[in-house]
């Protein structure tokens, strides 16, 4: 049972940079591929971005592209998402989330964070 604890999230401009780190315990965590994901104020939740077991594979969705990067640290079992040139359409609750499957599809993700809330301000 894979445990994930999100933090890192506040209020930031436009503009402006923020670095999410998202702790995973209880499993083996080279055994997981780590997946963001974000929901927006009336939005429904969407993928923003995954990194696979050894941290080389990565995709990102086309809307954080060139902004946003994934890392992973196996030995401290902790995914990070940098965020780069924020802008006030990335304002969201941030998941991370853990499968032992490559997918982008949030349903299949089995294990979940709490969320930490981004705010960009314009």
């Known amino acids: 049972q894979e445990q994930l604890v999100e933090s890192g999230g506040g209020l930031v401009q436009a503009g402006g940079s923020l670095r999410l780190s998202c702790a995973a315990s209880?499993?083996?965590?080279?055994?997981?591929?780590m997946g963001w994901f974000r929901q927006g104020p009336g939005k429904e939740r969407e993928f923003v971005g995954l990194?696979?077991?050894?941290?080389?594979?990565?995709i990102y969705a086309d809307s954080v592209k060139g902004r946003f990067t994934i890392s992973r640290d196996n030995t401290e079992s902790t995914v990070f998402l940098q965020m780069n040139s924020l802008k006030p359409e990335d304002t969201a609750v941030y998941y991370c989330a853990a499968d032992e499957s490559f997918t982008k599809l949030a349903e299949e993700y089995d294990y979940w964070g709490q969320g930490t809330q981004v705010t960009v301000s314009s």
């Open positions: 209880g499993g083996l965590f080279r055994d997981y591929v």
């Open positions: 990194v696979g077991w050894s941290g080389t594979t990565k």
